[in-house]
């Protein structure tokens, strides 16, 4: 799905498009490289007050691979993406119960912090969101420099491998210091991906972040 | 194509856009007529001595206002130092953190507050600082001046950070960003613009204010030395001079009130400027 990944980088990040667990799920086709999965969900239900939205899914996601998750609108593909990075707690009224693992430990346990989860948890929106007050090259590592990195050097080198990945470090590697919001549509949204990859996280959900771009747009971020 | 209706109403067409034309009109006549009045009765006593004299005594012609500017001016400092934190901290609040329910009782709490009569706030803090600490003074102005600035700043605070759109916090915390940090750095810089403008606007608004003074920094015809004591305003001083009965005060009061004026003018070229915002904002 993503061309302009080495395989190592890869094996660091699952994209997965497209939810719709309220439809049978099937097991991820790509041959287990042995180990836990990256993910493994069992009996997730998410609640919406007293709506409840997803029922009891059930998933195993390998790592190293790309998972899709296809359904139509509605169906609570977003929803479940967000359970697996914890976002949905920013709903007030929104709760879970199941049990959800990274790597073999469990993203929901007492003293774990959703924190600690989403920057091994990374998560790419449908709409670009890069930051407006901020350049091309803060907003790639605005992850690491409010995480406490420091070093310039590093920081550029985490710049420039992760708009590589992003597919744009062609385009911007001039103007790096430009306003994020200068860049078109489509490549603020590559910049979105870059700024995702740059924390390094260990999967990485994509919430459809392609559909609102015209096809040569969507062509380059895959 | 011409229907019997039709020119009726084109009628009641031009009719409105004539009505609305002149109450639009009506809206700025005020400000131009005060602003000539001003011009025409103050300018000429507008010199450097204005800017840089104390009042001189009944019958010397001449002497400025220099204590009063001053004055002016470290009253508004020590009421953006009492109002600024609190009140943009507060908008944080309410915008980042607060539940909706507790969120209506402080809203509606700070609209009560904005709407209370600057008078009342004089009286209130004459009985909460000037009778303890026996005697008008700075402190106690800028104090008044401070209280009425917060649920100004807090309610303008909060308006603009709630047009962060949402994508950018969760942008932020999807980065594994503590909360905290979200906001400061992502939420509140985004908004800043339109913080400080809330900031500008509610100190023009508290730097007229004449009515609080009187019972809290009560004026001074000589420099003050101490926060603890009494100490000059503009609007103070313009509203001795005018109920004065000498001519020379009376122009004076005009020329303060021109230069009062003007501060307020560059405030809010400076909040247009401001928020003229070059690359901010293309949702």
């Known amino acids: 799905m993503n061309p302009t990944m080495t395989p190592e980088e890869e094996k660091n990040t699952v994209p997965v498009r497209r939810a ?81 693992r990274l790597f073999g430990d469990d993203i929901y346990e007492r003293h774990i912090e959703p924190v600690i989860v989403r920057r091994r948890v990374g998560m790419v929106f449908q709409k670009s969101n890069p930051f407006p007050t901020m350049s091309i090259a803060e907003n790639v590592t605005v992850g690491l420099r409010l995480n406490g990195m420091r070093d310039k050097k590093n920081l550029a080198e985490r710049t420039e491998q992760s708009l590589r990945m992003g597919a744009l470090w062609d385009e911007v590697k001039d103007r790096l210091h430009a306003p994020a919001i200068s860049l078109s549509g489509g490549q603020q949204q590559r910049l979105c991906i870059a700024r995702a990859l740059a924390v390094q996280p260990e999967v990485l959900l994509m919430d459809e972040p392609a559909s609102a771009l015209d096809p040569l747009a969507t062509s380059k971020i895959e | 194509m011409t229907a019997p209706n039709h020119r009726w109403r084109n009628i009641k067409n031009v009719l409105m856009q004539v009505i609305t034309f002149t109450c639009a009109i009506l809206v700025v006549t005020p400000l131009i007529l005060v602003f000539y009045h001003l011009v025409q009765l103050g300018f000429s006593s507008i010199n450097l001595a204005f800017f ?152 023009a608004r508290v730097a007229g204010e004449t009515a609080p003074l009187l019972f809290t920094a009560f004026g001074n015809r000589f420099w003050a030395h101490k926060l603890t004591e009494p100490i000059a305003a503009m609007p103070l001083q313009i509203f001795v001079y005018a109920i004065s009965p000498y001519d020379d005060w009376h122009r004076q009061a005009w020329a303060g009130a021109l230069v009062l004026l003007m501060f307020m003018l560059v405030i809010n070229i400076g909040v247009r400027f401001l928020t003229r915002d070059r690359f901010q904002k293309k949702t």
């Open chain 2, 52 to 203: 840089t004299q104390l009042p001189k005594p009944v019958g010397e012609v001449g002497g400025g206002m220099a204590n009063a500017i001053v004055g002016t001016f470290v009253l508004l400092t020590q009421a953006a130092v009492l109002g600024v934190p609190i009140g943009v901290l507060g908008g944080v609040f309410l915008s980042e953190y607060g539940t909706s329910r507790l969120n209506w009782w402080i809203r509606f709490a700070a609209d009560i507050l904005n709407g209370v009569p600057s008078i009342t706030w004089g009286i209130v803090v004459y009985a909460l600082i000037v009778m303890p600490m026996h005697g008008f003074s700075a402190l106690a102005g800028g104090a008044v001046l401070g209280m009425m600035m917060i649920p100004l700043v807090m309610r303008t605070s909060e308006e603009v950070l709630q047009l962060v759109p949402g994508g950018y916090r969760e942008a932020a915390l999807a980065l594994g960003i503590a909360k905290w940090k979200t906001i400061v750095q992502i939420v509140v810089r985004t908004a800043l613009k339109g913080i400080v403008t809330g900031v500008l606007l509610a100190l």
């Open chain 1, 20 to 100: 719709t667990p309220v439809f049978p799920i099937q097991e991820n086709p790509a041959p287990a490289t042995g180990g836990v999965p990256a993910l493994a969900v069992k009996n997730l239900s998410v609640y919406f007050g007293k709506n409840q939205v997803l029922k009891n899914i059930s998933l195993n996601v390998q790592s190293c691979a790309v998972t899709a998750i296809i359904g139509p609108s509605g169906c609570g593909k977003s929803t479940f993406l967000r359970a697996l990075n914890r976002m949905h707690e920013l709903v007030p009224e929104a709760h879970m119960t199941g049990d959800i």
